[in-house]
Each structure stands twice: as structure tokens, then as C-alpha cells.
């Protein structure tokens, strides 16, 4: 799987947008981009996948780049629950393809 | 979307005993399942991918005769620890996909394990 970068920690103000980026330059053709978060001392809750094309579910929106070398998630109205780390994963197809975790980004909503 | 659940969600176990983790896929029928586990301020690192009817596949440096998984039906895969040391305290997680292509894997809620 392609490694992604992400920035380590960012901060969010209660209401506003919180903007998430990842950069996976070494992405292939084939590989989408995943995006899954972890509130403290759960499991990671799945958010969001895309190949090319933006996307938008209830829990976010993704953005891919055209040249799909960066994303950005985006939680249009940040809430004190939205606190989490967020992962950003690059995976090839298919459901036995496993996901390779990385640091993530620790993001902070604050009231 | 698809839940899986784990049981038990923490354990807490004399060292030298054998704890067994399972995973369920609650509705859905999963053709392969993941174990992971996850130190504190760590992220997450795959363990092993176990495939229903056949033999797990490690990952390099994961014991296979100390971590012990069975993936015996569609909707569940058993995690076992055997001869628990302190050091294998850790938060295990597990996660299941339907297979098939663009499969999106889900996630248990984790069992958080104490060794003493």
C-alpha cells in the first residue's frame, strides 16, 4: 500500500469546518483512498472511501486531488465527539487487501 | 454499514494462562477477518490476516504458535493468546470485510487485555 503523510496533531473550534489533509504522492491507479477514525479506547470507525471523484456521506466529505496525490477530509460542523485521531489510508481493491495504519492525525475540537 | 463485535472487551489474566479474543461479524457473512493490536499512543499494527477455511498469514514478527487464530465460519474468527506474558498486555482489535473488490473493512470495538 502507498504511504500517506499526515500532519500529526491540528486544532478545530466546535462548529466550524475541520479540514483534514493527506498527502499520498505513490498512490497507483488502483488504490483508493480511506479514511477512518479512532476515538480514545475504541475501535476505528470507518468514515469515507474514493477512487477519483469527490464524496460526501453524513458523517463527511472527501476531496481528491486530480492528480489524486493528496485528500482532504472535510467534518463541515465540528462537534466535541468529532474529537479523534484520523486516519488517512491508501488501499489497494478488494476486501482480503489489508490496511496498513499510520500515525494519523490527532485532531482536538475545542469548545 | 456492517458491525463486528468483540468479546470480551477486556480481560484481565495471570501470566502463563491462554486468553482467547473472538471476532463476529453481525450481519454479514466475512470471508476474511484481521487482528490487530495497538499499544498506548501507538497506531494500529496488523497482525495477521485470517481467511475462513484456511490458515491465518502472519505478518513478520508475529508468533504464529503464540497467537493463535481460528477462522472456522463466516462470521466468526477466534484470537487466542497462549501462555500470556505482561508484555502482551495491549488493546487487540479485530476487523471484517465481505471480500470481494472495494470491500470496505469494518472494525470491532477492541478487547483491552491485562496481563499481571
Known amino acids: 500500500d502507498a504511504k500517506t503523510t499526515q500532519p500529526p496533531s491540528m486544532d478545530c473550534a466546535e462548529g466550524r469546518a475541520a479540514n483534514l489533509p493527506c498527502n499520498h504522492s505513490?498512490?497507483?491507479?488502483?488504490?483508493?483512498v480511506y479514511w477512518y477514525r479512532q476515538i480514545h479506547s475504541q475501535g476505528p470507525q470507518y468514515i469515507i472511501h474514493?477512487?477519483?471523484n469527490n464524496e460526501t456521506n453524513e458523517m463527511a466529505s472527501l476531496i481528491i486531488t486530480e492528480d489524486r496525490k493528496s485528500s482532504t477530509l472535510i467534518l463541515p460542523h465540528a462537534t466535541l465527539r468529532d474529537t479523534a485521531v484520523y486516519y488517512c489510508?491508501?488501499?489497494?481493491?478488494?476486501?482480503?487487501?489489508?490496511?496498513?495504519f499510520g500515525t494519523g492525525t490527532k485532531l482536538q475540537v475545542i469548545p | 454499514g456492517a458491525v463486528v463485535s468483540q468479546h470480551p472487551s477486556r480481560v484481565i489474566c495471570k501470566s502463563g494462562t491462554s486468553v482467547k479474543i473472538e471476532c463476529r461479524s453481525l450481519d454479514f457473512q466475512a470471508t476474511t477477518m484481521f487482528w490487530y493490536r495497538q499499544f498506548p499512543k501507538q497506531s494500529l499494527m496488523l497482525m495477521a490476516t485470517?481467511?475462513?477455511?484456511?490458515?491465518?498469514?502472519?505478518e513478520q514478527g508475529v508468533e504464529k504458535d503464540k497467537f493463535l487464530i481460528n477462522h472456522a465460519s463466516l462470521t466468526l474468527s477466534t484470537l487466542t493468546v497462549t501462555s500470556a506474558h505482561p508484555e502482551d498486555s495491549s488493546f487487540y482489535i479485530c476487523s471484517a470485510s465481505r471480500g470481494g473488490n472495494q470491500e470496505t473493512q469494518y472494525f470491532g470495538p477492541g478487547t483491552r487485555l491485562l496481563v499481571l
Open positions: 489510508i491508501v488501499r489497494a481493491l478488494g476486501g482480503y487487501q489489508k490496511v496498513t
Open positions: 485470517s481467511n475462513e477455511g484456511s490458515k491465518a498469514t502472519y
Open positions: 505513490t498512490i497507483s491507479g488502483n488504490e483508493y
Open positions: 474514493g477512487l477519483k
